[in-house]
């Protein structure tokens, strides 16, 4: 059976698509006419296919049985969950809303304002030199940092001080990114503070041509070198 056009065909973007409809499919089963049990299927290929994609892309575990893995289970999580995402599009009781949050209205079809994301980011350290940090970030669950399905943004906040943050409210807008791993400098004097980190998805845009925040991932700190 051929894909919807729906479901991206570039591993990556699947990825994302994947972690978003078993994330949605989770949190609220019946909304979207599926049930638990369908719930748990879709989250199971989507781990696998995950889990398989970031063997086969990794250069230190590339090879031709990994890749051949990942097809499998690209091809595996793709019979599974076709079908749920076609009975989904032809629900007429899920709202179109919801439709497009889950991610199955035809992309050829007229654009629809794209809905606030439902995954949070998570934040960790990959290095550190002298005032200097690069972070990596990626939904929560996911084993590649492949942004939500409809994300464009990472919106970064931060704050340095002697001690933790520890309300959101404390934290500086730093930016939007497109891409991790993200480079954070600082100046001589934070040498031996702690910054704290908060980060949310953006979509390009949402009701009424308002770009949508996702919620905020937890606070994470590390000492500045």
């Given at each position: ?10 591993d ?29 299927a ?126 959101p409210a ?24 702690v ?31």
């Open positions: 059976m051929k894909n919807p056009s729906y479901i991206p065909a570039k990556s973007l699947l990825a994302a698509w994947l972690l978003n409809f078993a994330t949605r499919a989770t949190a609220s089963p019946a909304t979207y006419g599926l049930t638990a049990p369908d719930a748990l879709i989250t199971g290929v989507k781990t696998a296919f995950a889990n398989a994609l970031t063997i086969a892309t990794d250069p230190s575990t590339r090879t031709p049985a990994s890749i051949a893995a990942k097809d499998a289970a690209k091809a595996s999580a793709l019979a599974v969950v076709r079908p749920f995402a076609v009975s989904v599009s032809m629900n007429a009781a899920v709202t179109n809303e919801n439709k497009v949050a889950i991610g199955v209205t035809d992309r050829s079809a007229t654009p629809t304002p794209i809905p606030a994301p439902a995954v949070a980011p998570d934040i960790s350290l990959l290095g550190a030199t002298p005032l200097n940090q690069q972070l990596q970030i990626k939904p929560v669950g996911a084993s590649n940092k492949a942004k939500p399905a409809g994300c464009v943004a990472i919106e970064l906040a931060r704050s340095v001080g002697t001690v933790a943050a520890t309300d404390q934290l500086s807008i730093v930016g939007q990114f497109g891409k991790t791993p993200l480079l954070q400098s600082f100046d001589a004097g934070d040498r031996g503070k910054v704290t980190y908060a980060a949310r998805y953006r979509t390009r845009s949402g009701p009424g041509g308002v770009s949508q925040a996702g919620p905020w991932s937890a606070l994470t700190s590390f000492v500045v070198m």
